[in-house]
């Protein structure tokens, strides 16, 4: 029962130590760290300025702009 015991406290401690070395699972960006463009003539009427929020990776394929 104590092998038992301390084994399971090894693996709690390192189930514990793993999920705080993995990545972060959500990336910061500072507002205005995103480039800004003029909106595409295509798209929109007139003068329309677009601000990136957030640009696409490799989990999310799409990004967020205002």
């Given amino acids: 029962?104590?092998?038992?015991?301390?084994?399971?406290?090894?693996?709690?401690?390192?189930?514990?130590v793993t999920a705080f070395a993995t990545e972060p699972a959500q990336e910061i960006y500072p507002a205005g760290s995103q480039k800004t463009f003029k909106g595409p003539e295509n798209l929109?009427?007139?003068?329309?300025?677009?601000?990136?929020?957030?640009p696409s990776n490799d989990t999310a394929h799409y990004s967020g702009a205002y």
């Fill in 1 to 16: 029962m104590k092998y038992a015991s301390s084994f399971l406290a090894i693996c709690l401690f390192l189930s514990v």
């Fill in 44 to 54: 929109f009427t007139g003068d329309v300025q677009v601000d990136m929020l957030f």
